[in-house]
């Protein structure tokens, strides 16, 4: 149980997919003007990897590792080379479910995201959870905690860099630096402040 | 196409003034994931640069027959074909930079880059200008992933492609390594800094302010 718990913490702080793995930042950079726009990007995020990664899991173990298809006599069948193709199917067709989820019971949220829900498709954060989960050999339990720990701590950063945004729309920023030049800076600077937990981590 | 097309245009165009990290925020997870020294920088450069030229070719010549309502898996489906063939040609060939760049390879299927241009351009145009299109991006990328690279790379360890540039303090030169540099928030910055720059020398390029302060305080008060 404590295992499972540190997991969850490292996924969302030390290892935090945008800060410090540098993982679904067009997303991260684009939604990020309003403190609004980000929370709901957070809140999808989390979603849809808390979905998917535990799913994918069972498309993996099921039908692509080595060995998958020992009670069918090919125990040397090795389909681990599709890994991505499988993962990205499986990523469209839940946010495919999660667009029209959202468009039946909650039609003013489906409206704010506009474009970006299907771009979450091609989100590389998305797929990295998954192709994390296979590189480190997770269970099933921890993959599903990875995958929720992950879109906190995305829904935390984003949603942080939106309120620091909206206030510096109030500031005289250099010509060049405004919007986008001053978001790179700000991500940088809150990414120094996670670098800390790493070392919170190491010490413990 | 009424416009002739111009195929230096389409070429460098996207190497400063229309760059598709600076100004269109696309494939910039990948574009600082792996600059932590050049030749991992390089070699994400060329892997991208050949998906994103054979995918858009490959669409733009199929452009007509893909329905619109699945177009983004099909376009998804063949960027990830190439994206297999690539990574199994650098685990071949280049095991340790393959592992060096541990998942990014595989993260070429959602950068924004390539569904970016085939979406925008490839499935409007011929192949050949789609592929020209398509370089000219890939080349625009890989100038900022080598310029924030090599920064990195020199700095951070006084070497270039892992030659010894800069003789390190600790072998008798001068030079102490940053070690910052190789971290995480120095990639942030230096690319911050990169789109400041040119953001100054293209002041077309400036974003808008969000809010204007009105013209004298000291009037109203």
Partial sequence: ?204 | MAARFDVRRTLTEPLIRQNPVTLQILGICSALAVTTSLSTALTMSVSLTVVLTLSAMIISVIRRHIPDSIRLIVQIIIVASLVIVIDQVLQAYFADISSALSIYVSLITTNCLVLGRTEAYARHNPPLHAAVDAFGNGLGYSLILLLVGGLREVFGRGQLFGWQVLPLAEAGGWFTPLSLMLLAPSAFFLLGGVIWAIRTLLPTQAEAPDHVPPADVRAIE
Wanted: glycine share 10%; hydrophobic share 60%; aromatic share 12%.
């Fill in chain 1, 1 to 204: 149980m404590t295992e499972l718990w540190t997991l969850f913490l490292t996924a969302a702080f030390v290892d935090n997919m945008p800060l410090t793995l540098f993982l679904g930042l067009c997303t991260f950079l684009a939604l990020s003007r309003r403190p609004a726009s980000a929370m709901g990007l957070g809140i999808a995020m989390t979603g849809v990897l808390g979905v998917t990664v535990p799913l994918n899991w069972l498309i993996y173990r099921g039908l692509l590792a080595p060995g998958a298809w020992a009670w069918a006599g090919q125990p040397d069948l090795d389909l681990s080379y599709l890994v991505l193709i499988a993962f990205i199917g499986v990523i469209a067709a839940t946010v495919q479910l999660l667009e029209m989820l959202l468009d039946r019971f909650f039609p003013a949220v489906h409206a704010s995201f506009g474009v970006f829900l299907p771009l979450l498709t091609v989100q590389c954060a998305i797929l990295a959870g998954s192709l994390f989960m296979v590189d480190r050999a997770y269970s099933l339990a921890e993959s599903a905690v990875f995958g929720l720990g992950s879109g906190l701590g995305f829904a935390i950063a984003v949603g942080l860099l939106g309120a620091l945004r909206k206030r510096l729309a109030y500031a005289d920023l250099p010509v060049g630096l405004r919007g986008l030049g001053i978001a790179f800076v700000l991500t940088g600077l809150m990414s120094l402040g996670f670098a800390s937990f790493a070392q919170m981590a190491a010490t413990q």
